[in-house]
């Protein structure tokens, strides 16, 4: 499973990201697949503290400035659905 993490680049609440990150891998992540891979846009907040968490806690990160065109590439209609699905839960939050 690949994780986009992305966002404004004046958000700075580790706490909150970190909190609603691990909630919503608790809720998507089956205990027997692998670990996820964080997908990082690399620009400063959201997506640097998405990359700070990545390490913290030892998930593999990949590194794609043009997070639109990777997107395309990483995530097939399976993942997408996924990816909406996260993104309603962190609006929720």
Not at 65 to 87: A, F, H, R, S, T
């Amino acid at each position: 499973m690949r994780i986009i993490i992305a966002g404004s680049r004046d958000f700075n609440n580790y706490a909150v990201l970190k909190h609603n990150i691990i909630k919503i891998l608790l809720e998507l992540s089956p205990i027997e697949e692998p670990k996820a891979e964080i997908i990082s846009g690399t620009a400063r907040g959201a997506d640097q503290l998405g990359e700070r968490f990545a390490k913290e806690y030892n998930y593999s990160i990949k590194k794609c400035p043009l997070i639109g065109i990777c997107m395309v590439n990483l995530l097939v209609i399976k993942e997408m659905n996924k990816w909406q699905y996260m993104q309603r839960k962190v609006m929720e939050y």
